[in-house]
């Protein structure tokens, strides 16, 4: 299995971009990173997932460098609303069942005012 | 579409008693698992099932089990509950990976079930 670490905490202010990177240094050849966004109470979230390169949607960019064993989750011009936890998530999801998944221990995004 | 439906959202056992948590996928999905999330050890993996066969299993003992229908509806049972097992159990479900119906790999989780063992 992945070993991945993030930070555990991060803070920042209402418009600022945030990154946030995952280390996952022993990741497959067939793995994907995915990243979660997660609210108390609540399930997590599916924000952007990639294999390579950059991607990016419309809440997020992920940037992975080629040799793939870190990741960036970039969240531009973060609002209150931002405010959770993200996880980073490295595993085979396209081959459901070979493989189990493993989570990084999550980074508690705090944004002030 | 609805999301994912996971009951009882709350539930309070006492050690050595046994729980049977339920999961009821997004229509069409026919792939669930099942984790475990505590402030500890944060999200775990337990178990997948993909058309009524456990795929996999992460690493816990025989206590936790679990089961598909062949309506894709999941059950996970912990029995012999320890003070260990209180935590959040989320499950979700993606749709199946398919040479026709390629899956983005998205897990569709729900708002899971707390379970508190006293």
């Known amino acids: ?113 | 579409k609805a999301g994912v439906t996971q009951t009882p959202r709350y539930l309070i056992k006492t050690r050595g008693q046994q729980v049977t948590l339920s999961c009821s996928p997004i229509s069409g999905h026919r792939s669930v698992s099942w984790y475990q999330q505590t402030p500890g050890q944060g999200l775990q993996f337990l178990f997948e099932y993909f058309s009524e066969t456990q795929r996999n299993k992460g690493n816990f003992p025989g206590r936790f089990s679990g089961r598909q229908f062949s309506n894709s509806r999941s059950e996970m049972n912990v029995s012999t509950l320890e003070l260990g097992d209180s935590a959040l159990y989320l499950c979700a479900s993606s749709f199946p990976t398919s040479p026709l119906y390629p899956n983005t790999g998205e897990l569709f989780f729900g708002e899971g079930s707390r379970l508190t063992v006293l």
């Open chain 1, 1 to 113: 299995l992945a070993k991945i670490t993030q930070p555990i905490s991060m803070d920042s202010y209402e418009g600022q971009e945030v990154n946030i990177t995952c280390s996952h240094n022993n990741i497959a050849t067939n793995d994907y990173i995915t990243w979660y966004q997660q609210f108390p109470s609540q399930g997590p979230r599916f924000i952007i997932q990639g294999y390579k390169t950059k991607v990016t949607n419309e809440v997020a960019s992920l940037f992975i460098p080629a040799d793939r064993k870190s990741s960036t989750l970039s969240l531009p011009r973060v609002s209150l609303s931002d405010t959770a936890v993200y996880y980073c998530l490295v595993g085979d999801v396209r081959d459901t069942g070979r493989r189990a998944l493993t989570f990084g221990s999550g980074t508690r995004l705090q944004v002030q005012p």
